[in-house]
């Protein structure tokens, strides 16, 4: 399942340093899907990626994610002096538990930081930083 990715003219904010582990991960992002880490032994699914399996050590394969998922808890960010950030504020920082189950932690869009809530459904949208990297972004569920 794709979603939509919005090319930015410059990307003015940290990025992530893609390795061996994580590139799948972002390369995916920027094509506009959301992957977690899902243990082919014992099923454990994961995120952030990484090596091995965090429950039996196995290698762990690419799970697609239908990039639903709903607000399990925020922050709402009023301070913040650095820029691009600042010009932004304020903002909602949400931990979001996806469908599949694991957590992933992302900003939301597309609404007043104030009406975020917990439990509060969400899907993902990528802003894509670079070539080879995607950032996930999320917004009320349509
Ligand atoms: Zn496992």
Known sequence: MSH??????????????????????????????????????????????????????????WLECSGRGTVHTFTVVRQNGARPFRDELPYAVAMVELEEGPMMMGSITDCDADDVRIGMPVEVHFLKAADDIGIPYWRPAS
């Open 4 to 61: 939509q990715v919005t090319a930015v003219d410059e990307w003015t904010k940290p990025l992530p340093q893609p390795d061996n582990v994580s590139g799948p991960y972002w390369q995916a992002a920027a094509e506009g899907r959301l992957l977690v880490q899902q243990c082919p032994k014992c099923g454990n699914r994961q995120f952030y990626p990484r090596a091995l399996c965090t429950v039996c050590a196995a290698d762990p394969e």
